[in-house]
């Protein structure tokens, strides 16, 4: 199983500024199958960005991914005030695992 | 518009078991695979279980194997999660969600509101 790690834990930031969220991966993650997902409380899982660069649906460009093999960032330019939230990245080659979140908190 | 609706959550004693169902709108159900994904209070999203278009195959995390069981109902277009032998760490927000292609791709587009699970006595 692939274990995904994300840093940091939490992110303290203010609005306008920009977030880079890292993720990291056991091993291999093939075919860039990797995700990002925002979660905020009482909604559902929003998915943000797959195949680690391509945005989802109606996502705005202010949102990034880049990142390959093991290595995988969420970078968010010019932080909007309904960006702040938790963040998970996910590998879905195969079995689905996610990391264990970063927290992006108005500073 | 995709839609999925979790329902069955509630209440349980530890030992106990719950059965919540997913009921999916706006496309073809069959033609996809399903899954269950969790989030326990204060912790992050874990993948539950998942089932292809047909229902032929079934995938379970390891915390779950052997005490829940995944199905579903094409021609009602229907998702479930029967829970058994139910344990406090079970206790979590499940929400149901539609995965990319038939089988074997569990990326999440779409997912239903959840429906909250407490295991307690």
């Known amino acids: 199983e692939i274990v995904l790690t994300q840093s940091p834990g939490t992110l303290s930031l203010s609005p306008g500024e920009r977030a880079t969220l890292s993720c990291w991966a056991s091993q291999s993650v093939s075919s860039s199958h990797l995700a990002w997902y925002q979660l905020k409380p009482g909604q559902a899982p929003r998915l943000l960005i797959y195949g680690a660069s391509n945005r989802a649906t109606d996502i705005p460009d202010r949102f990034s991914g880049s990142g390959s093999g093991t290595d995988f960032t969420l970078t968010i330019n010019r932080l909007e005030p309904e960006d702040f939230a938790v963040y998970y990245c996910q590998q879905y080659g195969g079995s689905a695992t996610f990391g264990g979140g970063t927290k992006v908190e108005i500073k | 518009e995709v839609q999925l609706l979790e329902s069955g959550g509630g209440l349980v004693q530890p030992g106990g078991s719950l059965r919540l169902s997913c009921t999916a709108s706006?496309?073809?159900?069959?033609?996809?695979?399903m899954s269950w994904v969790r989030q326990a209070p204060g912790k992050g999203l874990e993948w539950v279980s998942g089932i292809r278009d047909s229902g032929d195959s079934t995938y379970y995390a390891d915390s779950v194997k052997g005490r829940f069981t995944i199905s579903r109902h094409n021609s009602k277009n229907t998702l479930f999660l029967q829970m058994n032998s139910l344990r406090t760490e079970d206790t979590a927000v499940y929400y149901c969600?539609?995965?990319?292609?038939?089988?074997?791709?569990?990326?999440?587009?779409?997912w239903g509101q959840g429906t909250l699970v407490t295991v307690s006595s």
């Open positions: 706006g496309f073809t159900f069959s033609v996809y695979a």
């Open positions: 969600a539609k995965e990319e292609a038939a089988v074997g791709t569990p990326l999440f587009r779409n």
